[in-house]
């Protein structure tokens, strides 16, 4: 059955709507969609970020499903690059590229 | 909001939120705050991207509190986003750009919305979904277009407590550099300019009331340019080396703006130079329809352009921008390439269009070439043309790469300032504050080094010179105390 999910991008005035099979739809699927439709790029200069309108709580958890019928707001930012002393590699950088290549980011990784 | 902080965030501080072209060159858009009046200055869009992709980061902030809109000038990475923030988005505010702006914004505009569909059209097999690229159509175009306001240069607006005045930017017909005031706080915001008088542009000029902050472009950070003429020299002597060697000489160009600078030239050139050039056997094409329809643009506001070019105009009576050995070609399917010739074509980053299939027809064959006059933005054809690839991708075909042989050259006609030239016009502004925009990273974190070693001695005085280089969304705040309110009163 086909479900939809509404969006808006926080500049715009008008809202759009994503059609979607199922009774909801997670928040990784739904920005890859948003990412595609919307044709954003490659993911490597931007991140994009769901929000609840009610309160404007950001979306952080990949997997979080968000029942069909809702109401999104997205915003698409700047990639970020940020020193994180704790990880090996020193430098994370925020950008969508998961999205687009289709890796969900892992909460829990070994080693 | 990240916060780049260096006083205290209050209120009252004044709040500078690049939203793009902050260390890059491409979708100009910077917001500034100041004691609850908001201001934006260009909304462009960013040459290598397209559709959403090329926007300002407009998510990040609230357009709607928005008082006033300035745009500097017609090229489209200041203000080819414009239709989409009137149209689309929650911008409530008024627009203001110079009378020629406007009059060429509307023609441009018009062809960008026109491009980007047939470039959609042409690569309609790839995309994966039904979704075009356009940010906005004709009718967008047309309904924004009237609401625009103009602004003659030396004039002052005085919009609910913030005051702006346009000044001569030169760069391009219509440039305008933009002075605002509020609540005693003066700013400067340059847009692209040059300091260099031209074959039709005055140099920029310098605002005669003092400025507290000044943000400046930054494109060619601390590079040198030749002087004009020897540069004038260099790309005739190029262009006929080439073309009496039977060679083609395709020039890339942005069809409005610094092209009727190199028409000045070339025309010029071609008329002294009959003789060896076959008595008109060697023709220069310029496709662009585009040009042809604003050609009575340049020629209505010949009274903003510079002594020279108005003198001419007055004794011959003839309008300097019709020329004698320029065609025109309208339509790129009736040119006959038999033989040497000289084409100005767009874009001129060769990212599509008749500049880059000519390119792909002509680049396998050394005794062509290709000269690049403007600036080329990161991730275009004509920045990666720089680094004399062996072959280029195909735009029609991306299974072909096309060898190249061609000779490939850079010689800037971009008018922006060179190292020099901004640091001139950066100590006669005498801004305590300067904010960097409009230039690739290193360029401007180079240039940030140069003047910070420049004002050295200011440092730990009152005078000390502070230069920010932020990053797109990334806020810069700054205090100025006092001293503001009293200077207001006082005046
Ligand atoms: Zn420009
Ligand atoms: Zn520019």
Known sequence: MSSTIYYKFYSQKDISRLPFDGTGITVFDLKKDIININALGDGTDFQLKLYNPDGMEEYVDDTQVIPRSSTVIAKRAPATKSIHSNVNTGMRISNATRYVIGKPKIFKKLG | ?491
Not at chain 2, 136 to 151: G, K, P, Q
Not at chain 2, 416 to 440: P, R, T
Request: charged residues 20%; contains cysteine.
């Open chain 2, 1 to 491: 909001m990240q916060n780049n902080n260096t006083g205290t965030t209050t209120n009252d501080n004044f709040r500078f939120f690049g939203l793009g072209g902050s260390n890059e060159v491409g979708r100009s858009c910077h917001v500034i705050r100041y004691k609850g009046k908001t201001v934006m200055l260009d909304a462009g869009v960013h040459p290598a991207y397209r559709g959403m992709a090329s926007l300002p980061f407009y998510d990040e902030i609230d357009l709607s509190t928005i008082d006033v809109l300035l745009i500097s000038h017609f090229h489209l990475d200041h203000a080819a986003s414009l239709p989409y923030v009137m149209q689309k988005t929650n911008f409530k505010g008024r627009v203001f750009m110079t009378h020629p702006t406007k009059a060429i914004y509307r023609w441009l505009l018009k062809d960008f919305v026109r491009v980007t569909s047939l470039s959609n059209n042409a690569n309609s097999n790839i995309r994966t979904s039904n979704d075009d690229d356009n940010l906005y159509n004709d009718t967008d175009l047309v309904e924004s277009f009237d609401r625009i306001e103009t602004i003659d240069y030396h004039s002052t607006m005085d919009i609910s407590g913030i005051k702006f005045t346009a000044y001569h930017a030169g760069h391009v017909l219509g440039a305008a550099m933009f002075q605002i005031e509020i609540a005693g706080l003066r700013i400067l915001f340059t847009g692209d300019y040059s300091r260099e008088v031209d074959r039709h542009l005055n140099s920029a000029e310098v605002p005669p009331f003092s400025t507290d902050v000044l943000i400046v472009e930054s494109t060619f950070g601390t590079a040198t340019h030749e002087p004009r003429i020897t540069r004038e020299r260099k790309l005739t002597s190029l262009i006929h080396n080439t073309v009496v060697k039977g060679g083609r000489v395709l020039l890339p160009v942005f069809a409005l703006g610094r092209a009727q600078e190199l028409l000045l030239i070339l025309d010029e050139y071609w008329t002294q130079h009959s003789n060896d050039l076959g008595n008109g056997q060697v023709p220069i094409y310029y496709a662009s329809n585009l040009a042809r329809k604003c050609l009575n643009v340049f020629q209505t506001y010949i009274n903003m352009m510079n002594d020279n070019i108005r003198k001419k105009f007055r004794d011959s009576k003839t309008n300097p921008f019709i020329f004698k050995n320029i065609l025109y070609l309208k339509n790129i399917d009736d040119f006959q390439d038999f033989g040497p010739s000289v084409m100005l074509a767009s874009p001129g980053m060769l990212q599509n269009g008749v500049s880059r299939d000519l390119l792909e027809k002509w680049c396998p064959e050394e005794k062509n070439l290709v000269l690049i006059t403007g600036y080329s933005i990161e991730g275009t054809m004509a920045k990666f043309l720089m680094l004399q690839p062996d072959h280029i991708p195909s735009i029609n075909n991306p299974d072909i790469s096309v060898p190249r042989r061609c000779q490939v050259e850079e010689i800037s006609f971009a008018a922006h300032v060179d190292f020099q030239e901004n640091l001139d016009f950066i100590e006669q502004v005498g801004a305590g504050k300067i904010i960097l925009v409009h230039g690739e990273s290193n360029p401007m974190g180079r240039l940030k080094s140069a003047l910070l070693s420049n004002f050295k001695n200011l440092k730990n005085t009152e005078k000390e010179v502070k230069v920010y280089n932020p990053r797109n969304c990334v806020l810069i705040s700054l205090e100025f105390k006092g001293v503001k309110v009293a200077k207001a009163i006082g005046t």
